[in-house]
């Protein structure tokens, strides 16, 4: 009796949907039993069961000849639906019911009819008759048991006064309904969204694949799916023949992406702040080699090239000086001087060696440079904290003709080592700048007054031990023209400066003492009275000073007859005031070429127009912290100083990115650097 409504009944829906029913439902059982049996797997395979990359089900598995017999079993099949739809239209008979009554009642009559709901027991029924049946007599099973899923509610009323739906419209307006009731199963839609794709994945069985399915339908043009790789992510996926990313072929499908990229792809993008979308843009200049509107010369993409191959190089060749100390610069920024490196600036034939971060370079590295370089007059080291007492004497050995030696961060040597170097160089030495010599002391230096006479520069700046009977040796040196005491030892007396002063002053072209606490209004009277060849003063850092003191100071100054003052710097020293800016403006103005103005609070908005408009020569300026500077006076800066290539502007909050990321140049068409750039 149950196989007797299947015949009846004619076959609605599709193969595909037909077999995906039987699967949900008839051969549940035997998918599950045959899912959890596994043999033995290689280890390729576990890798990729455990990142969740597999292939459809059944895609690897079929030959053409599988595809050939399926494809006309399909037809005969569609040709069955098709006739037997047509003999229920003709017949136009009410469908039996799955339990095997048929509905008795006349289409003509305008009387009621009741429908029976079946039970559970009932429903279920057929469906396991299906799965044991032949492939022809499952669809029609499950074809009549989803005749009367319409019926699993309460029981219906139907009128047959109007025409009555056969079980092929019924099978068409299912999907038209409304959503399932609670005890319906996902897997009686497969149909729905499956198609005739035979090799649907399973991941599209599920409620957002449907809805995907609703709103755009796979094509059948292309049945098979593929198993790319995704180009963001490197990861298996498989594109569906709706479309070629997205794992499903929806809407959204990206050409190469699996869903997951999309999905990133398609969140709203976050707003950057300037920070990051500045940094982004000057990392694109930079690998443009692009920087501001400039374009590398090809000898700079040369340099630039070569520096970044550096440990790759043999030797440089027969190249010239300067470009050999701009690729010095790029590497020592980069921290590629190494003790492998550093041979290549070395040389018998080498007379000038600028090393600017030797941080990398051990004590054995920095031995080989004066065995390398005999003939060397001029010895730039800075960084070089990994410098001892040995290198120092080697250096003294073997360099007879060093004329002038830079050091910068020996913290190591001892005056034992700063007096084997001063003896063993001697009389051609005439420059000295020491940074950072955190042993060196008065015996040091009276060892270099005694073996170099000839010395006229001396920087002695954050020699923390050089205190007043150092400054009183400092001073018996004839021949000084530029002196820098900057960071010495703190406490040094005010009469340990002004005997200094004294004796050096009147010689002296360039005079530095910054970060002198004690240091008043009476060194500056006693600098501008003794000083009459200075075109540098540097006073920076003198808390003492006040603005009277300076401004008379400046009054009494006699620079340079010829060139003048060009270089003055008085940052941080916070009691000066808008009558010190006008002195400098009317008396140095027109020859200053480097001004440091650095935290001087006092001044106003009418000092630094008076000062816009007075220096034209300005090559270097800094009014970092200066609050009044507005965008109209840094556009007069810019405009007066021709020659201007940098200006620093750090808490200038008053300057808006109108001024500040405009492209301003000088004279000779060069970019002006402006430092402090908040918009940056």
């Known amino acids: 009796m149950s196989e007797q409504p299947q015949q009846e009944a004619p076959a609605t829906g599709t193969a595909d949907g037909g077999r995906g029913r039987g699967r949900g439902r008839g051969d549940g059982a035997g998918a599950a039993s045959r899912n959890q049996v596994r043999g033995p797997t290689s280890a390729l395979s576990s890798f990729l069961r455990e990142r969740g990359i597999r292939a459809p089900t059944g895609y690897h598995r079929r030959n053409p000849q599988q595809q050939q017999q399926q494809q006309q079993q399909q037809q005969q099949q569609q040709q069955q639906q098709q006739q037997q739809q047509q003999q229920a239209e003709q017949a136009d008979a009410p469908a039996a019911a799955p339990d095997g009554e048929a509905a008795t009642a006349d289409a003509n009559e305008p009387s009621t009819v009741q429908v029976q709901v079946p039970t559970l027991a009932d429903a279920d029924a057929p ?28 029981p219906l009323t139907v009128a047959t006064g109007s025409k009555r739906k056969t079980p092929a419209r019924q099978a068409k307006g299912k999907g ?50 593929l ?21 499903g072929g929806g809407r959204g499908a990206v050409s190469g992406l699996c869903g997951a ?8 993008a976050r707003a950057m702040s300037k920070i990051k979308r500045k940094k982004r843009e000057m990392e694109v200049l930079a ?107 080697e250096i003294g050995r073997s360099c007879s003709s060093l004329e002038r030696l830079t050091l910068k961060g020996p913290f190591l040597p001892t005056n034992a080592g700063f007096s084997s170097l001063f003896r063993g160089v001697g009389e051609p030495l005439v420059e000295v700048v020491l940074e950072n010599a955190a042993k060196l002391s008065t015996p040091a230096v009276q060892v270099l007054h005694d073996c170099c006479p000839n010395l006229a520069q001396l920087s002695l700046a954050a020699c923390t031990r050089v205190d007043s009977d150092a400054l009183a040796v400092v001073a018996r040196m004839a021949r000084l023209t530029r002196l820098s005491l900057a960071g010495i030892a703190k406490g040094v007396p005010v009469e ?49 000073i006040t603005s009277e003191g300076m ?31 006008l002195c400098i403006v009317n008396l140095f103005g027109p020859s200053l070429e480097h001004l440091n103005l650095n935290g001087l609070d006092e001044i106003t908005e009418p000092a ?39 200006i620093k502007v750090y808490g200038c909050h008053d300057l808006t990115p109108v001024t500040l990321n405009r492209v301003w140049r000088n004279t000779n068409d060069k970019i002006v650097q402006i430092q402090g750039n908040e918009f940056d």
Not at 127 to 154: L, R
Not at 319 to 331: E, G
Request: with cysteine; glycine share 8%; hydrophobic share 35%.
């Open 608 to 646: 630094m127009a008076a000062l816009a408009r007075g220096c034209p020569a300005l090559v270097t300026l800094d009014v970092s912290w200066i609050r009044c500077l507005n965008d109209d006076i840094l556009t007069q800066i810019m405009t007066t100083a021709t020659h201007l290539t940098c």
């Open 551 to 581: 401004l008379h100071g400046l009054s009494t100054l006699q620079p340079s007859p010829d060139t003048g003052l060009e270089s003055l710097s008085l940052y941080r020293n916070v009691l000066l005031t808008n009558d010190v800016i």
């Open 227 to 247: 198993v790319q790789f995704c180009s963001r992510c490197q990861r298996r996926y498989v594109a569906a023949s709706g479309g070629e990313g997205g794992g």
């Open 287 to 393: 690998m443009s080699g692009e920087l501001q509107g400039i374009l590398l010369s090809l000898r700079d993409m040369c340099i630039k090239r070569v520096a970044e191959l550096i440990d790759d190089v043999d030797q440089f060749g027969d190249i010239p000086y300067a470009t050999k100390r701009q690729i010095s610069k790029i590497i020592s920024k980069s921290r590629h001087l190494n003790n492998r490196t550093v041979g290549l600036f070395l040389g018998a034939d080498q007379d000038t060696v600028e090393l600017f971060d030797c941080t990398r370079i051990d004590e054995d590295g920095l031995g080989t440079i004066p065995l390398l370089c005999p003939n060397v007059r001029t010895l730039n080291l800075s960084l070089c904290g990994r410098i001892t007492d040995s290198v120092l004497a």
């Open 496 to 544: 340990s400066l002004l005997a200094l002063v004294d004796t050096v002053g009147p010689r002296l072209t360039a005079l530095c003492l910054d970060g002198f606490e004690l240091l008043d209004d009476t060194v500056v009277a006693r600098i501008s009275q003794v000083c009459r060849s200075l075109s540098v003063l540097s006073l920076g850092e003198c808390p003492a």
């Open 176 to 225: 038209k309904g409304k959503g399932k009731g609670k005890d319906d199963h996902d897997d009686d839609d497969d149909a729905d969204f499956g198609g005739d794709n035979p090799y649907a994945p399973r991941s599209r069985h599920t409620k957002r694949s449907r809805r995907d399915a609703a709103a755009g339908p796979l094509n059948p043009a292309h049945p098979s799916a």
């Open 261 to 268: 990229c999309v999905a990133i792809q398609q969140q709203p």
């Open 127 to 154: 469906a396991a008759v299906a799965g044991s049946s032949s492939s022809s007599s499952s669809v029609a099973a499950v074809d009549s048991a989803a005749q009367t899923e319409p019926a699993e509610t309460d």
